[in-house]
């Protein structure tokens, strides 16, 4: 597995791409996974503070991500507990209004299957955000349709969306989702990682 994650860090299938984004920069995947991980958090893409220092969620989505899942920094970097396996492994970059670029498509048909067999052993899988949602679930249906639909996929998948700061709107007029789905899911991390 060592291998396939230093042919993931080696990847620049996106370099030219990356280069005329208004960031220019130059690739720099994050591959984050390790044999005997049971808990699978499916990503959109690493954005510019975790480009900068190579760790998945290394910045306050994380911080609002663990506090979701009802763990610290040590367990969540455990990655012989969990694995962090984005629809891309680079930051893609920002458009010209500064927004984050959507996950190139390349990057999940190049890497997703071989990581994902490389991971026999997960039990639960946390789908943060649309481009998650649409590849594992095969679903067209926006965010929060698949996420109020969660209890269809648990206790195996949880459907959640992006725990941006950007997302605080959207928590607030969705109550029911720290109410009852976040309870649920904190549940099943700890009997999968056995807390």
């Not at 071989?114 to 943060?128: F, K, N």
Request: charged share 25%.
């Amino acid at each position: 597995m060592e291998n396939l994650a230093s042919e993931i860090r080696a990847c620049r299938l996106c370099a030219e791409a990356f280069a005329a984004t208004e960031t220019a920069h130059a690739p720099r995947p994050v591959a984050w996974f390790a044999p005997g991980a049971r808990l699978l958090i499916a990503g959109q893409a690493p954005g510019m503070r975790v480009h900068e220092s190579g760790r998945p969620f290394d910045d306050p989505s994380g911080e609002r991500l663990r506090e979701w899942m009802g763990i610290g920094r040590d367990i969540f970097y455990d990655r012989s507990r969990i694995a962090i396996v984005p629809m891309a492994f680079c930051f893609p970059g920002y458009d010209a209004r500064g927004s984050d670029l959507p996950p190139p498509e390349i990057c999940a048909r190049t890497w997703h299957a071989r990581v994902m067999e490389a991971l026999p052993g997960i039990r639960l899988t946390l789908l943060v955000g649309g481009h998650a949602q649409r590849w594992h679930l095969g679903t067209l249906k926006g965010v929060t349709e698949v996420v109020r639909g969660w209890r269809e996929h648990a206790p195996r998948v949880f459907p959640l969306p992006h725990p941006s700061w950007r997302n605080t709107g959207w928590l607030k007029k969705n109550p029911w989702f720290e109410e009852e789905l976040l309870p649920v899911l904190r549940k099943e991390i700890a009997k999968v990682l056995e807390l």
